[in-house]
């Protein structure tokens, strides 16, 4: 037994995810219900969500469609077994996932987060070469303030450096393009800056020095989203595509903060017109309700496994909640809202009065920066004397507990994106918060 007696209300015994633990708990932002576009605090108060929880609540918090749909599936099957068995919801939201996806993206995989989506398609990527008899192909290359999650294999391909600093090398044989971000060309960018196509350039010198013949895969976000947003050059990713096309290597994309609405389509991939050899997703599938990520792989990488003995297993990879049936039925109920509502559309719709809106913080203190795309904004604020991270940790505070607004932070950036059901007048208000926040700051 523990030495520690439990007492009401200890917030001890949680060691809470990427957090400060000491300063949280010692004045606790919590929260205690939720519904359509606003949290409340366990006292009642009501915050606006400029962040859709967490990039994922893209249909709005406690959608009744979605809510009925988990219950009912609560009380008719709480699992199956993923392994050598099905349930009709899994291979319904397999057929409706891969039918939003462009080009021959025909076959899902279900894992159950983003960190487990692009470790497993790492490993498919790996598992695919050896499948045709190229096995040496293993190396990969990531981006320079690319996040994918928190696997050994995300860090690796991943280029935030605190992610990786405390866990020693991870993967071997990783690779790095450089950052898309550049301050003094792209500053006040909204959607696509014009300026950076040509960084996707520095894949052929990467490719120079390790040889072709080892790489298996590039992976990267379309839209870089917890380093700060970071959009894509005009033209960029059609480079990496091409590229990754001379020398036959796969593209990657992880969608899992862009998939589903986020910028506008069923995913990035449709926006730039690009197919993926695998694409990885998570958050929005079932609106942040019940943990869901996966992947998903064009025809010809799928059907390179479906060789040899029809009773052997071809790919020796999986989680026991795979295709949960309570994720699978979210799922569901949730792409009929988007589809119901067109949120997908109005995400594009209202982006450039969204971009408007969240570039007229331009000029207020500290301000350095302002980038725009889809539904999704980021401040950039200036460091202040104590140090990087110390500005924007005091803004999330502050909005929290005298705006009424919640907001993500990355490092000095204010991070917006709010559920794509947001109305223009609560676009208004988000900005107005998030302004009086940043006057509030020393």
């Known amino acids: ?39 409340y605090t366990p006292e009642g108060r009501k915050l606006l969500d400029g962040a859709a929880g967490l990039w994922c609540v893209n249909a709005g918090h406690s959608r009744d469609p979605i809510v ?14 993923p392994f050598n068995f099905g349930h009709p919801k899994a ?21 159950n987060s983003g960190s487990e989506a692009v470790d497993t398609a790492l490993k498919m990527a ?10 040496q192909r293993t190396k990969f290359i990531g981006r320079a303030r690319g996040y994918h999650g928190v696997g050994f294999g995300g860090i690796s391909v991943g280029g935030i450096s605190p992610n990786r600093k405390m866990f020693g090398n991870a993967l071997a044989g990783v690779d790095h ?34 040889d072709a ?32 096309d001379k020398y036959g290597i796969l593209l990657i994309f992880d969608e899992v903060i862009t998939g589903f609405g986020r910028l506008g389509y069923s995913f990035a991939a449709e926006r730039y017109n690009i197919v993926p050899d695998l694409l990885t997703f998570a958050k929005g599938i079932t609106s942040g309700t019940v943990p869901m990520g996966g992947v998903i792989a064009r025809k010809g990488i799928h059907d390179a496994f479906m060789k040899g003995p029809e009773h052997m297993v071809e790919l020796f990879h999986g989680y026991t909640y795979s295709a949960h049936p309570l994720a699978c039925a979210a799922g569901l109920a949730t792409l009929d809202v988007y589809e119901k509502e067109g949120l997908f559309e109005r995400a594009r719709s209202i982006e450039s009065t969204w971009a408007d809106a969240v570039h007229s913080l331009k000029g207020l203190p500290n301000v350095a920066d302002i980038r725009t795309i889809g539904l999704v904004g980021a401040v950039d604020l200036a460091p202040n004397a104590v140090g990087p991270g110390k500005r ?7 909005a929290y507990h005298r705006q009424d607004l919640l907001i993500r932070i990355a490092g000095d950036t204010i991070v917006l994106s709010p559920p794509l059901i947001i109305s223009d007048a609560q676009i208004g208000e988000v900005v107005e918060r998030t302004a009086k926040t940043i006057k509030a700051l020393g």
């Open 177 to 210: 393009l450089p950052a898309t971000y550049n301050r003094a060309e792209q500053a006040f960018a909204k959607g696509e800056p014009e300026w950076g196509a040509h960084l996707a350039d520095e894949l052929e010198n990467i490719v120079a020095l390790h």
């Open 68 to 81: 009925k749909a988990i219950q009912d599936q609560a009380a008719e099957m709480d699992f199956a077994p």
């Open 213 to 244: 013949s080892t790489i298996a895969a590039v992976i990267v976000e379309p839209m870089a989203g917890s380093t700060g947003v970071i959009a894509p050059p005009k033209g960029y990713l059609q480079k990496l595509r091409a590229i990754c």
């Open 1 to 39: 037994m523990s030495s520690t007696p439990a007492t009401p209300n200890d917030l001890s015994a949680y060691w809470m995810p990427f957090t400060a633990n000491r300063s949280f708990k010692k004045a606790p932002r919590m929260l205690g219900r939720a519904k359509d576009m606003h949290y």
């Open 126 to 135: 790996i598992a695919y070469f050896t499948t045709i008899g190229q096995g």
């Open 392 to 398: 924007g940790f005091e803004a999330m505070d502050e």
């Open 91 to 111: 291979f319904q939201l397999a057929t409706r996932v891969a039918a939003m996806a462009p080009g021959d993206l025909d076959h899902v995989f279900f894992a």
